[in-house]
């Protein structure tokens, strides 16, 4: 019965762990609404030379925003980003904590 409740507390401690590292959409909206709409519009549709982001996933929004920030050209042109988007979103993404990256990611998921 002691390992039962044991196994139990840690797939819960995991669960937890899990869903804080997913990022917290209410605090995504917030950056996101004050730093991108401007950009990529109220609810991510794109407009101009600015790329629709409703529609992905979480983990492709991270990826790409570690890239721009990281400055690694080969992943960003193998998502087809790069060029004149990267001297725009390269000092964006600069100032971007994990957590931010995390939070933006959650939120713009939620956008279709």
Same mark, same amino acid.
């Given at each position: 019965?002691?390992?039962?409740?044991?196994?139990?507390?840690?797939?819960?401690? *995991? @669960?937890?762990? &899990?869903? *804080?590292?997913?990022?917290?959409?209410?605090?995504?909206?917030?950056?996101?609404?004050?730093?991108?709409?401007?950009?990529?519009?109220?609810?991510?549709?794109?407009?101009?030379?600015?790329?629709?982001?409703?529609?992905?996933?979480?983990?492709?929004?991270?990826?790409?925003?570690?890239?721009?920030?990281?400055?690694? @050209?080969? @992943?960003?042109?193998?998502?087809?980003?790069?060029?004149?988007?990267? &001297?725009?979103? &390269?000092?964006?993404?600069?100032?971007?904590?994990?957590?931010?990256?995390?939070?933006?990611?959650?939120?713009?998921? @939620?956008?279709?």
């Amino acid at each position: 019965m002691k390992k039962l409740t044991v196994l139990m507390l840690a797939a819960g401690l *995991m @669960t937890s762990g &899990a869903a *804080m590292a997913a990022g917290d959409a209410a605090a995504g909206k917030s950056l996101y609404d004050a730093s991108c709409a401007s950009c990529h519009g109220i609810q991510a549709q794109g407009q101009g030379m600015f790329p629709k982001l409703a529609g992905l996933s979480s983990e492709r929004i991270k990826t790409t925003l570690v890239a721009f920030k990281s400055g690694d @050209t080969a @992943t960003l042109k193998k998502e087809g980003l790069g060029g004149p988007n990267s &001297a725009i979103m &390269a000092p964006n993404a600069a100032g971007l904590s994990e957590q931010d990256m995390d939070n933006l990611s959650a939120y713009i998921a @939620t956008l279709k």
